[in-house]
C-alpha cells in the first residue's frame, strides 16, 4: 500500500469521490454528501487529502482534513475536520481506512491542530465503529447536516 499525497481535483481523487457519493446515495437516497468542498481546504498548512493506492498501483482509498475554526456551524477553534474517509468494497476489512486514519490524524497535529472532528451518519455503522475503535467520542454536532437526525458527530483530541 502507498499513501500519497495528492490535490482534492486530482483525477483519482475525483473519481474514488463519484464513488463514495453513489454509495452515499444508494445508503441515504439523497444523492450525496450536500456538502460543499474547495479543493483548496485541503492544501497545506490548511488542510491535507491522501490516496492510498494498491501493489498494481490502483487508487483504492481515500481521506482528507481540512481546518476549521470557530464559526455558525458548531466548529471550534483549532478543529481539523475529517472529510471524504472512504475505501473501495474490495479492499474492506484490510486496515486500509485505519492506515488513512492514523496518517490525517498525524499531518493534522503536525499543522498545530487541537483535534479532529468528523460528521457520519447512521446508515454507515462501518464508519461508526471505525471511529469510535480509534478513540473518537461523540460531540456536538456540526456543519452541514447538523440539523439532521441520522448524522451523528464524533472527535479526538490530537
Not at 73 to 84: H, I, Q, Y
Not at 96 to 105: F, G, H, N, P
Request: charged share 30%; hydrophobic share 35%.
Amino acid at each position: 500500500m502507498n499513501i500519497r499525497r495528492v490535490s482534492f481535483d486530482h483525477p483519482d481523487a475525483v473519481k474514488l469521490n463519484d464513488e463514495v457519493q453513489a454509495e452515499y446515495h444508494v445508503r441515504y437516497g439523497d444523492g450525496g454528501d450536500a456538502t460543499f468542498l474547495d479543493p483548496a481546504d485541503f492544501e497545506p498548512p490548511n488542510g491535507v487529502y491522501l490516496i492510498a493506492y494498491d501493489v498494481d498501483g490502483t487508487p483504492v482509498a481515500t481521506g482528507g482534513w481540512r481546518t476549521q475554526d470557530s464559526n455558525g456551524e458548531g466548529n471550534l477553534d483549532g478543529d481539523a475536520e475529517l472529510k471524504r474517509m472512504f475505501v473501495v468494497e474490495q479492499m474492506r476489512g484490510r486496515g486500509v481506512a485505519r492506515r488513512i486514519l492514523a496518517a490525517l490524524e498525524e499531518d493534522a497535529r503536525a499543522a498545530g491542530r487541537a483535534r479532529m472532528v468528523l460528521e457520519t451518519g447512521t446508515k454507515q455503522p462501518e464508519a461508526i465503529a471505525l471511529y469510535t475503535s480509534s478513540g473518537y467520542e461523540p460531540c456536538g454536532k456540526f456543519g452541514y447536516y447538523r440539523h439532521y437526525e441520522a448524522s451523528r458527530c464524533f472527535a479526538k483530541p490530537l
